[in-house]
């Protein structure tokens, strides 16, 4: 049986989510904050949880039937095959905490593994990218398509996550990145540097040992726009995945190149 999803009423929901959430950060920003550190030395803060809270209040309210993976309270996909939102209700939060501008929130849907919509909200700014599959993507009302970069050194964004045998290994991939002439941006949010590509000002970006939440609402953006999202090696890009390659047409086999077949292994043989 084939179902119908009203794309305009979803946005519209995941749109309201991401509003709330902002909000939510924006009230937060300044104050005291409680911060943990989670698995894999990630942190966490009060301000994580509270816009978590505003942006499910939401979707639960609008899609009660859907299922929900968050980062912070419910990370795993409920696996019974209904459409399920996929939501970072702070993606960057040491640029949060530093009092950076480079922190979003992001949220996408998937429908038996297919990214039918996202949206990223960046609080600061009030810039809201989103995407429809099939429709084209947008930062606020203008349509975006990604074109041929210009003249010079192609510009490619990576991540370092918090977790030491992984930032070993990422690290050794800034040094490809270099070596096979990119220059390399670290926006300290997978998101930021997704959004960044969608709109051309960087012409590629890549990470691994990330989260869903991390790649999914991005991907959606960037194919969206015209350019070309994969996983590492140039393997077909899944809502799986924890890792992505998303380039404009012209540099992505250039920098499937440059990041090696796979991820690299830490050194002593360690994944």
Same mark, same amino acid.
């Given at each position: 049986?084939? +179902?119908?999803?009203?794309?305009?009423?979803?946005? =519209?929901?995941?749109?309201?989510?991401?509003?709330?959430?902002?909000?939510?950060?924006?009230?937060?920003?300044?104050?005291?904050?409680?911060?943990?550190?989670?698995?894999?030395?990630?942190? +966490?803060?009060?301000?994580? %949880?509270?816009?978590?809270?505003?942006?499910?209040?939401?979707?639960?309210?609008?899609?009660?039937?859907?299922?929900?993976?968050?980062?912070?309270?419910?990370?795993?996909?409920?696996?019974?095959?209904?459409?399920?939102?996929?939501?970072?209700?702070?993606?960057?939060?040491?640029?949060?905490?530093?009092?950076?501008?480079?922190?979003?929130?992001?949220?996408?849907?998937?429908?038996?593994?297919?990214?039918?919509?996202?949206?990223?909200?960046?609080?600061?700014?009030?810039?809201?990218?989103? =995407?429809?599959?099939?429709?084209?993507? !947008?930062?606020?009302?203008?349509?975006?398509?990604?074109?041929?970069?210009?003249?010079?050194?192609? %510009?490619? #964004?990576?991540? !370092?996550?918090?977790?030491?045998?992984?930032?070993?290994?990422?690290?050794?991939?800034?040094?490809?990145?270099?070596?096979?002439?990119?220059?390399?941006?670290?926006?300290?949010? =997978?998101?930021?540097?997704?959004?960044? +590509? =969608?709109?051309?000002?960087?012409?590629?970006?890549?990470?691994?040992?990330?989260?869903?939440?991390?790649?999914?609402?991005?991907?959606?953006?960037?194919?969206?726009?015209? #350019?070309?999202?994969?996983?590492?090696?140039?393997?077909?890009?899944?809502?799986?995945?924890?890792?992505?390659?998303?380039?404009?047409?012209?540099?992505?086999?250039?920098?499937?190149?440059?990041? #090696?077949?796979?991820?690299?292994?830490?050194?002593?043989?360690?994944?």
């Amino acid at each position: 049986m084939t +179902v119908v999803f009203d794309t305009d009423r979803l946005t =519209a929901t995941a749109a309201q989510a991401a509003s709330e959430a902002a909000k939510e950060l924006l009230r937060w920003r300044g104050a005291r904050l409680t911060v943990r550190a989670k698995e894999g030395d990630a942190p +966490v803060s009060d301000a994580d %949880l509270a816009a978590e809270h505003q942006a499910l209040a939401i979707l639960r309210m609008y899609t009660p039937d859907f299922g929900i993976v968050s980062e912070e309270s419910d990370p795993v996909a409920p696996g019974d095959g209904r459409p399920t939102w996929i939501v970072d209700p702070l993606d960057g939060t040491t640029n949060y905490l530093r009092g950076l501008p480079d922190y979003a929130v992001a949220l996408a849907l998937v429908v038996e593994g297919v990214t039918r919509l996202s949206l990223i909200r960046f609080p600061e700014s009030g810039t809201v990218f989103r =995407a429809v599959a099939g429709q084209g993507a !947008f930062r606020d009302e203008m349509p975006l398509r990604i074109a041929d970069p210009p003249p010079g050194r192609p %510009l490619a #964004g990576t991540g !370092f996550g918090t977790e030491g045998v992984v930032r070993g290994r990422q690290r050794s991939v800034a040094d490809r990145l270099l070596d096979a002439g990119f220059e390399i941006r670290e926006p300290g949010s =997978a998101s930021t540097g997704l959004c960044r +590509v =969608a709109c051309g000002a960087y012409d590629g970006y890549l990470e691994f040992g990330i989260g869903i939440w991390d790649t999914v609402p991005g991907a959606l953006l960037i194919t969206e726009a015209g #350019g070309v999202v994969t996983g590492w090696g140039g393997d077909a890009f899944t809502s799986r995945h924890d890792n992505i390659v998303a380039a404009s047409r012209t540099v992505h086999r250039e920098l499937v190149e440059a990041g #090696g077949s796979c991820p690299p292994v830490a050194s002593g043989g360690k994944a």
